[in-house]
């Protein structure tokens, strides 16, 4: 089932009518930067379209309940996050574990992602970072602390994403689970527009609790 972040309240309800132990797994996901200043058939001009319904269908294909929507007007990632935080934690209090909400997230989607892992501060949440960190983050953006169930996915061509280990070390909550997966597609940063199964995979993976693929 896919909804709407407007639609939340709702989801809220139908879930609470529901057994939530029996209930499937959540994906919130986080798209990039692009759609948020251009229409959701519009092309970028390197990359093509942002595919953001078939990566959503992708999601729902393997069971999963997706929590999305295209954001509009270059949002604050901070503010946003908190915003997500406050939904996530009204899911925990109808019973949903932790462990079965998974926060995907690419390019400043990803950005988003890690505020919601800084602010949440849940051990038990899983998060998917993707195309989104670049060694100057450490600097430029001090306070980010990674948070829960972490999986990293970068590709070695796109300039916008490397290995992720210096915000790791940096981190001061212990991490349960961390892991990173470097992706050699040569489609520079246009790898995450697409639903390519070399990161959708391993994030369905992630979220279905296979810390050890």
């Given at each position: 089932?896919?909804?709407?972040l407007q639609q939340f309240?709702l989801?809220?309800?139908?879930?609470?009518?529901?057994?939530?132990?029996?209930?499937?797994?959540?994906?919130f996901?986080l798209?990039?930067?692009?759609?948020?200043?251009?229409e959701?058939?519009?092309?970028h001009?390197?990359?093509g379209?942002?595919e953001?319904?078939?990566?959503?269908?992708?999601?729902?294909k393997?069971?999963?309940n997706v929590i999305?929507e295209?954001?509009?007007g270059?949002v604050?990632a901070?503010?946003?996050?908190?915003?997500l935080?406050?939904?996530?934690?009204?899911?925990?209090h109808?019973?949903?574990?932790p462990?079965?909400?998974t926060?995907?997230?690419?390019?400043?989607?990803?950005?988003?992602?890690?505020y919601?892992?800084?602010?949440?501060?849940?051990?038990?949440?899983n998060?998917?970072f993707?195309g989104?960190?670049?060694?100057?983050?450490?600097?430029?953006?001090?306070e980010?602390?990674?948070?829960?169930?972490?999986?990293?996915?970068?590709d070695?061509?796109?300039?916008?994403?490397?290995s992720?280990q210096?915000?790791?070390a940096t981190?001061t909550?212990k991490l349960k689970?961390?892991?990173?997966?470097?992706?050699?597609?040569?489609?520079?940063?246009?790898?995450?527009?697409?639903?390519l199964n070399?990161?959708?995979?391993?994030?369905?993976?992630w979220?279905?609790?296979?810390y050890?693929?």
């Amino acid at each position: 089932m896919y909804v709407k972040l407007q639609q939340f309240v709702l989801l809220t309800i139908f879930l609470a009518g529901c057994n939530s132990k029996n209930s499937e797994p959540i994906i919130f996901f986080l798209h990039n930067r692009f759609l948020e200043t251009h229409e959701l058939e519009e092309l970028h001009p390197e990359f093509g379209r942002t595919e953001y319904k078939e990566i959503i269908e992708e999601f729902e294909k393997e069971g999963f309940n997706v929590i999305s929507e295209v954001r509009k007007g270059n949002v604050n990632a901070r503010d946003y996050a908190e915003k997500l935080v406050n939904q996530i934690d009204s899911l925990i209090h109808l019973g949903f574990a932790p462990s079965d909400i998974t926060i995907v997230g690419t390019s400043k989607g990803g950005y988003i992602a890690q505020y919601v892992s800084t602010i949440a501060n849940n051990q038990h949440l899983n998060f998917v970072f993707i195309g989104c960190y670049s060694n100057d983050d450490i600097e430029n953006i001090p306070e980010i602390n990674f948070c829960g169930n972490v999986l990293t996915i970068y590709d070695k061509s796109d300039p916008y994403g490397v290995s992720a280990q210096k915000r790791k070390a940096t981190s001061t909550c212990k991490l349960k689970n961390f892991k990173e997966i470097e992706l050699d597609t040569g489609m520079g940063h246009g790898f995450l527009f697409k639903p390519l199964n070399v990161w959708i995979e391993p994030t369905i993976n992630w979220a279905n609790k296979n810390y050890k693929m």
